[in-house]
C-alpha cells in the first residue's frame, strides 16, 4: 500500500512538474539556440567577405607579376641572345636574371626552348636545377598556353609568309600566364612569358617563342602586401600535409594542373561571436537561477518518494541484472528480446541482435589477474551503455560475452554506424594500474525477421556470425547469413575428415630449401605440412589449420609433422631442419617433454633442429613461453621467430625470449622495389637482428635483384621460389645434388673471403 501511495504521489508531481521543467529547459535552450545561430551568421558573413578579399588580394599579386616582366620579354636584344643554339649565359644571367632579381624579387628563372627543353635555369640560392619533374609537372599548363597564344598570333600574309601579330589586349602588352607552385616546400608565384622582339617578325611558318619562367617565394613580405591590399591579419602559407584539414579561415591555393598545394590562413574576425561572448555570462546567470529553482521544487516534491521507489527499484534490478556490471542478464535480455520480436513482428519493423566477446580477454585474467578482468568488464559496461541506451539494451551474457538490442534496425548501414560507435568507444586504452589495456572486439549479428523469429533462433545465429568474426580475425564483426551455417557444418565434417587424414597417412610434408647469403650452399630448409585426400583436391593449410587448432589437433598433427621431418632429415646430414610451431601447439603443458621424445626416438641431434614461433606466441603468460624456450635452448634446439614484422613487433619481447634466428616477412621482401622507404624498413629489421645477435633469414625472395639486395644488407640466408620451390622429401635429395654441382661449377675464385655460415 505504501509503495503504491508512493507511486500516485510521484505521478502526480511529475504530470505537474515535468511539463514545466519541459517548458522551461525548451525555452532557455530557444533563447540560447537563437542567439547561437546569430552569431553564427554573422561569423560565416564576415568570414565570407574576408575571404573574397584574400583571393583578389592573390590574384592582384600574380597579375602585377605577369607585368612586371614587360621590359624583359619584349626586347629584341633578349629575343636573340635566348634563342640559342648557344646562349650567353653571361648575358642572360646579369640581363634577365639578375636584373629581375633586384627590381622585382624574382629569385629563380628558367628558360623554355622551342622544343619544350630547359635550356637555362638560375637560382639566387645556386640551386639551379630548380625546375624539376614535379615542378615543371604544376606549371606545365602555364608554358603550354603561352606557347599556344604565341603560335596562334602568326597570321599568314598574302605572300604566303607569316607575320606575328599578337593581340596584346589580353595581357596589354606581353603574352604571360601566371600562377602557384611549391618548390622545395616553400610556395611560389610563377609567372611564365613568351619573348618577343620589339620589331616585328616576318617568317616562312609559324614559330614556337622562347618562354621565360619566374618564380618569387611567398615570403614574409608578400604576406605583409597581401595584409597591405586585402586589410586582413595573421597571414600564414602552409604547405605541409597536416594543415590540409579543413577550417573556416582560410583558401586553398591550387597549382595551374588543378591540384591543391598550400592553405592561405588568416586571422578570422568574428562579430556575432564577440557579441555572444558578451551577452553569454548574463544569459547563463538566468538560466542557472531559473534551473536552480526548478530542480529545488522538485527536489522538494520528490523527496518523500525517493526512498521507496529506490528500495523497489533495487530489488527488481537485482533480480534482472549482473551484479559486477550493473547491466541486464541473460535472462533479462532474453525476455526483453522476445517481446522486441512480438512487437516489432506486428509493426513490420527489424530487430537486430549483436553478439559481443572482448578479444583475449583470458590473456587479461592470466597475466593481470581477474581483478584487472572485472575492472575491463565494468569499463566496457560504461562506455558502451550510453551509446546504446538510446537505440536499445546491452546485456552481460556470459564472462566476457556482452549482447546488444537494437529493436528499430534501420538497416544495415544504421547497425554498422552503431557498431561503429561502439569500437570507438573502447578505442583509448583502459588503464590498470601502471598498465594500459587495449580492448579488442569481435561482434556477430543476426537481424529478424530473414534470419529469424524466435529469440532462440537469433542468439544462436548472432553466435555464429560472431565466431565468424573471431576466425577472419577478430577486431571486426560479421552479419550472419545462411552460408555461416553450412561453414559450421563444413568445418565440422572438415575437423573429421582431418582426424581420418592423420590416422590415413594423407598428410605430406614439403621441404624448401635455405641457402648461405654468401657461397649460395644449402644450409637448411623449412618444413611445410601438406593435406593431399586420396578422394579430392589439396586442401591448402591456411584452410585447414586453423580447423586443427579449433579442434585439439594440431598439436597431434605439429607432432607428426615433427616425427616425419626428423625422420627424413637422416637423408640430409648437413641441413638445419626448421619446423613451424602454431600458438595452440606451443603452449601446450607437455611440448617441450614430447619434442624431445621425437627426437630422441629419431635420434636426431638438437643443434640440428630449429622450431619457428610466430609472434602471437608471445600473447599471455610470458613467465610459461620463457621457461619453455630456455628448456629447448638448454637442449640445443634452435628458436626462430617466423613473419617479423607482420604480427606485434614488440622490442620488449625479442630482448626478453632467447631467440636464434629471425625470419624477415615474404611482404618486406616483396616491397624492395617500392621505395627507398621500405628498402630502408627492411635495412633497420636486419640492424636489429645483428643488435640482438640473431641470424637472419629472408622469406620470399622472388628474383636476382631482391637476392643482391638482402646480401648486401648482411643478411644470412635466403628462402624462396626464386631458389627452390617446396619439394616433396625424395625431390628435395635430387635437387641437393644437381644444385650442389651446379654451385661448385660456378664458384669463383679461391682468393673470396670464406663463407659465414648462419
Known sequence: MKTQAGRAGGQIANAIIVPMFAVIIVSLFSVFGLLAWSSSLSDKAAEQSERQLLIGATELKLEQMGKQQIGTVIWDKAYYKTAGPFLDEAWIVDNLAKWQLQNHGFTKMALIGRNRETTFSYSSDNKNLWLTDDVESQVHGLIAKVRARFINAFERTDTGLFRFKPDYRINERSIFENGLAVID??????????????????????????????????????????????????????????????????????????????????????????????????????????????????????????RMAKSEANAVHAASHDAL????????????????????????????????DLDRFKDINDTLGHAAGDEVIRTVSTRVQPIIADKGM?????????????????????????????????????????????????????VAPQD????????????????????????????????????????????????KALENDELQIAYQPQCCAIDREIVAVESLVRWLPINGKPVPPSVFIPVAEETGLINDIGLWVLNRACKDAAKWPDLIVSVNVSPTQFK????????????EKNNFPPSRLEIEVTESVFLGSDKVNLETLQRLKE??????????????????????????????????????????????????????????????VAEGI??????????????????????AKPLAADDLSEFLDDYEMQRVMEAPEPDQPPRQFA
Open 185 to 306: 616546400d616553400q610556395l611560389y608565384m610563377i609567372s611564365a612569358s613568351a619573348i618577343a622582339p620589339e620589331t616585328q617578325i616576318i617568317s616562312v611558318a609559324k614559330r614556337a617563342p622562347v618562354v621565360l619562367v619566374n618564380a618569387r617565394p611567398v615570403n614574409k613580405g608578400v604576406l605583409e602586401i597581401f595584409t597591405k591590399i586585402s586589410g586582413l591579419t595573421g597571414l600564414k602559407i602552409s604547405t605541409e600535409e597536416n594543415a590540409y584539414t579543413r577550417s573556416p579561415a582560410h583558401i586553398d591555393l591550387k597549382a595551374p594542373n588543378g591540384k591543391k598545394i598550400a592553405e592561405l590562413h588568416w586571422q578570422v574576425n568574428t562579430p556575432g561571436t564577440s557579441m555572444l561572448n558578451r551577452v553569454l555570462p548574463i544569459f547563463a546567470i538566468l538560466a542557472i537561477a531559473v534551473l536552480g529553482l526548478t530542480l529545488g521544487i522538485i527536489d522538494f516534491t520528490r523527496h518523500a518518494t525517493k
Open 325 to 356: 556490471s550493473g547491466l541486464p542478464n541473460r535472462e533479462n535480455f532474453r525476455n526483453r528480446l522476445t517481446c522486441a520480436l512480438v512487437e516489432k513482428r506486428a509493426r513490420n519493423i527489424s530487430t537486430a541482435v549483436v553478439y559481443i
Open 394 to 446: 546491452m546485456a552481460r551474457i556470459s564472462g566476457d560475452e556482452f549482447a546488444l538490442l537494437l529493436p528499430e534496425a534501420h538497416g544495415r548501414e544504421w547497425i554498422e554506424h552503431v557498431l561503429k560507435q561502439v569500437q570507438d568507444c573502447l578505442a583509448r586504452p583502459v588503464k590498470i594500474g601502471s598498465t594500459e589495456l587495449h580492448i579488442g572486439l569481435s561482434m556477430g549479428i543476426a
Open 452 to 499: 529469424g523469429t524466435i529469440a532462440g533462433d537469433l542468439l544462436r545465429k548472432a553466435d555464429i556470425a560472431l565466431y565468424e568474426a573471431k576466425n577472419e580475425g577478430r577486431g571486426r564483426w560479421a552479419f550472419f547469413h545462411a552460408a555461416m551455417e553450412e561453414d559450421v557444418r563444413t568445418r565440422d565434417q572438415m575437423s573429421r575428415d582431418l582426424r
Open 588 to 599: 601446450h603443458p607437455r611440448f617441450a617433454e614430447k619434442l624431445v621424445q621425437t627426437l
Open 635 to 696: 637442449l640445443g634446439v634452435k628458436i626462430a621467430l617466423d613473419d617479423f614484422g607482420s604480427g606485434y613487433s614488440s622490442l620488449s619481447y625479442l630482448r626478453r625470449f632467447p631467440f636464434d634466428t629471425l625470419k624477415i616477412d615474404r611482404d618486406f621482401t616483396s616491397s624492395i622495389n617500392d621505395g627507398k622507404e621500405a628498402r630502408d624498413i627492411l635495412a633497420i629489421m636486419i640492424q636489429l637482428g645483428y643488435a640482438l645477435g640473431m641470424s637472419i
Open 702 to 723: 622472388e628474383d636476382e635483384g631482391q637476392f643482391q639486395f638482402l646480401q648486401g644488407l648482411g643478411c644470412h640466408r635466403m628462402q624462396g621460389y626464386h631458389l
